[in-house]
């Protein structure tokens, strides 16, 4: 259908009257008509086939609207009828006078966060109707959810709907910057696909930015695969930390890491409490959590906390009440070296009571609180549950090993000349957090989750949520939102993309990449079997050439330099243990060949990776009596 045929007045699609174009597009034509028996204005989309038209596809996207209008929901626009004209096919919609939403931050740059909120929980309403009966929209976009008069949100435009296990499907039909990665590397394509494209949407109502703003297709393409998305308040500093954390929540590479639907990310979402859409107020409501953590975070109110070190008291309590700069140096550096005070200190100053959520180091805690309050925490921590921790083996392995991620965090800033010290360390020390509350609080279920492990050969994800119902990931990210922890220690606690890391493209992601490599480093150096342990340092090392490019001779230095001194950290701790199976896989790193790439007998698989999380002991010595100990944690 030509421009010119609308200067004909009597011009028809069928029953409806064509007025004139609404838009124009590579693939058909919007047109404002009017349906003559019902005397209503509708939006006709045609859409063209090309010259060799294909009766399959045409018949396909008929069928598509008929589906798409079987949905009735206040945040989607209605699909009338369908059909075919001239060899075209059509779909009619209700008529929505206002704009797309893509000219709307066209025109006017990003919205306000309380309208965001507003009208991102709208459209997540519209595609969880979508989602409940298990269809996919595939083409969400700013440009097909549009804004009527009432400031309503609209989702729009069905052609790429389908159900989620339709066969011989397109999986890279969509509009490309929209597009989530499983469409580009073979995985699976369902509602997540949606999540993502949703977590875009949200990105651009919140900066007037698009993620993906640059690029040809290959280029596009390789962006949406590795590189991880961009922090939203970085681009505008009004966003708050929780609408991050939703965002970049949506945004995971890996699927099983994101809202598993619309619903879910609009419950996260709705917690957000909107006083006044004329301002940017927002207040957060209490999440609601999984029942495991609820027991844990009950458990912890009951049970002393993390037994603080004797050593980090007794420097502590010789501390005149000085706050200058030295005084408050060596605090925080000997508060470091003892996760339970760091995670204790950082959980009252970023209490809501102490305005919540916005302290990242633990100098910066030292000097809201004052020396006194932290000498008074500090002892109590020690009397209260000194004879539950120094005494347990497996406390003082994993305090040990959790203070070596913290170095090693730490030294790969450095090395990539990063300038956040004390946060690198406190979020390499804090990235086992999940597992550290499970062996200490949950000890029982611990045990029965190694022993599933080494038993029946499961994952440890699996392992964990088979016991727990969640992951030790998702338990440690839940407890430190709880704590109201800032966003940068959080998002260092979940897993990062699988495969090879593009370099990340804001100071929270270097960190986050950082603090994840500690802990995937530490797990490779934890794997028993030597062959193995070489081949995932092989892989270790290749998976961070990018973003992390530290050469075989730094990565053995940083190797060495956390064993001399977890060596001291022992020492000083007066832990009942003289090592740990991660200090003595990282000698045996040390002293090993350089593995090659290309050397086939120490490729590792990803399962042999999946196994690092929780290690088996050796046969004998030290590991059989702690397993004897704590019912084979370790």
Not at 30 to 36: N, Q
Not at 317 to 338: E, F, K, P, W
């Amino acid at each position: 259908m030509s421009a010119t045929t609308l200067k004909n007045d009597d011009y028809f699609i069928g029953k409806f009257k064509v007025i004139r174009v609404l838009g124009r597009g590579s693939e058909g034509v919007v047109y404002l008509a009017m349906d003559t028996k019902l005397n209503r204005e509708v939006a006709i989309k045609t859409t063209t086939l090309g010259e060799s038209p294909d009766p399959l596809l045409a018949d396909l996207l008929v069928s598509t609207a008929q589906t798409a209008s079987r949905l009735s929901h206040p945040n989607i626009v209605p699909v009338f009828e369908a059909g075919m004209h001239e060899g075209c096919p059509y779909v009619v919609f209700e008529y929505v006078e206002g704009r797309s939403m893509s000219q709307m931050i066209a025109a006017d740059g990003p919205m306000s966060i309380s309208r965001a909120v507003v009208m991102m929980s709208q459209i997540l309403a519209g595609i969880a109707q979508i989602h409940e009966r298990s269809l996919i929209h595939g083409d969400i976009k700013p440009a097909n959810i549009l804004i009527g008069a009432d400031d309503r949100a609209r989702v729009a435009d069905f052609g790429l709907l389908r159900h989620e296990r339709a066969t011989n499907v397109d999986h890279t039909s969509g509009t490309l910057r929209y597009m989530a990665p499983e469409c580009f590397n073979g995985g699976k394509t369902d509602c997540r696909r949606d999540v993502y494209a949703l977590g875009l949407v949200f990105y651009e109502m919140l900066t007037g930015q698009p993620v993906i703003d640059r690029g040809g297709m290959d280029t596009q393409i390789r962006r949406i695969v590795n590189e991880l998305p961009p922090t939203p308040s970085i681009q505008n500093p009004r966003v708050p930390r929780e609408l991050d954390e939703i965002v970049l929540m949506a945004l995971r590479k890996n699927p099983a890491h994101r809202y598993q639907n619309a619903a879910e990310m609009k419950r996260a979402l709705d917690r957000i409490r909107v006083f006044n859409d004329k301002q940017d107020h927002i207040q957060i409501r209490e999440a609601a959590i999984h029942s495991t953590v609820e027991f844990l975070l009950r458990r912890m109110a009951h049970k002393s906390d993390f037994p603080a070190l004797t050593a980090s008291i007794t420097t502590i309590n010789g501390m005149s009440d000085s706050m200058d700069a030295a005084s408050i140096q060596t605090l925080s550096d000997t508060v470091m070296r003892d996760f339970a005070l760091t995670q204790k200190l950082l959980r009252l100053v970023n209490s809501a009571s102490m305005g919540g959520g916005k302290v990242t180091k633990v100098s910066q805690a030292i000097t809201i609180l004052g020396i006194g309050q932290l000498r008074t925490m500090a002892t109590a921590m020690a009397l209260a549950g000194g004879a539950n921790g120094k005494k347990s083996p497996g406390i003082a392995i994993a305090l040990t090993d959790a203070f070596v991620a913290g170095l090693i965090s730490r030294n790969v800033g450095r090395l990539m000349r990063l300038s956040a010290f004390e946060e690198l360390f406190i979020c390499g020390m804090f990235s086992p957090l999940g597992e550290l509350l499970c062996l200490y609080y949950l000890a029982d279920e611990y045990s029965e989750i190694v022993r599933r492990v080494f038993e029946t050969a499961v994952q440890p994800d699996a392992a964990a949520r088979s016991v727990l119902g969640v992951s030790f990931e998702e338990m440690g990210i839940a407890v430190a939102r709880h704590w109201q922890f800032p966003p940068v220690i959080v998002n260092a606690l979940a897993p990062l993309p699988d495969g090879i890391l593009a370099p990340a493209r804001d100071p929270a992601g270097r960190l986050w990449q950082c603090a994840v490599y500690a802990r995937e480093f530490c797990n490779v150096a934890r794997l028993h079997d030597r062959q193995i342990r070489e081949g995932a340092f092989d892989a270790h090392v290749a998976r961070y050439s990018d973003c992390i490019p530290l050469d075989i001779l730094k990565v053995r230095e940083l190797m060495k330099h956390s064993v001399e001194a977890a060596g001291h950290y022992i020492s000083a701790a007066g832990f009942s243990v003289s090592d740990t199976a991660m200090l003595e896989g990282m000698r045996e790193l040390c002293k090993s060949r350089v593995p090659s790439l290309d050397d086939d007998e120490n490729r590792v698989t990803a399962e042999d990776l999946q196994k690092t999380l929780v290690m088996k002991p050796g046969g004998g010595g030290w590991r059989t009596r702690i397993k004897r100990a704590l019912g084979a944690m370790f």
